[in-house]
């Protein structure tokens, strides 16, 4: 059966990720919690429709999605936007999302609804506090991105020039990221439920 929602989920390295956190998780922690947090967001995605893809090009990265069965996609070109673009061009497609690997309160029920969305939109998009793109996907292929400082508001420009049709998401399940301490804290008076056999 051909699956026709294609979902990529960037992952930089399992060497040092989420570093801001360092002064208060160990490297060991944050790997785990790293890796928490994408298994989380491929279970939650996961239906008969979704092509869940990891673009990377670390091996510790690319060996846990192999033991895991999650497909690798590698880019030639490196900068993330190259990566996801050419990502985005190598599929075959009728709806996509591009998601962040850090949304720890995604679950299944926000994540199909976030498909649904895509799947009657243009353009479905929301902003992190510091103005980030952490889900974008919708149902019209385009063909540049702008992840980087602001690329929330760098999106919504080049989306709003090419007159697309664009819906803004402000859920909390799509929007907050453990991106410093503050959000970590955060995280640790409200944990969600597949982080709970964690200990910190």
């Known amino acids: 059966m051909l699956k026709n929602f294609l979902i990529g989920i960037p992952v930089r390295n399992f060497k040092n990720p989420m570093s801001r956190l360092e002064n208060v998780l160990s490297v060991e922690k944050r790997i785990e919690l ?8 491929v279970k939650s995605f996961k239906n008969e429709d979704t092509n869940i893809v990891c673009i990377t090009n670390d091996e510790l990265v690319i060996d846990y999605c ?13 900068g993330l936007n190259f990566e996801l673009e050419e990502f985005l061009h190598s599929y075959e497609y009728e709806y ?9 309160y995604l679950n299944n029920f926000y ?11 243009q353009i ?3 902003s992190s506090k510091d103005s980030g793109t952490p889900l974008l996907g919708g149902n019209i292929k385009i063909k540049k991105l702008m992840y980087g400082k602001n ?5 919504m420009n080049i989306f709003l020039q090419e007159n697309l049709d664009i819906k803004k998401s402000f859920n909390k399940e799509f929007s907050f990221e453990i991106d410093d301490e503050e959000d970590f804290n955060s995280f640790l008076q409200h944990r969600p439920r597949w982080s709970k056999n964690l200990e910190f």
């Open 96 to 104: 996509w999302t591009i998601c962040h690997a850090d949304l720890p």
């Open 151 to 155: 690329s929330f508001d760098n999106h």
């Open 34 to 41: 790293s890796k928490g947090m994408f298994e989380n967001i």
């Open 111 to 121: 994540a199909q609804e976030w498909i649904k969305e895509c799947k009657s939109s």
């Open 66 to 78: 192999k033991n895991n069965d999650i497909e690798i996609f590698s880019a030639r070109k490196k």
């Open 124 to 126: 479905v998009i929301c």
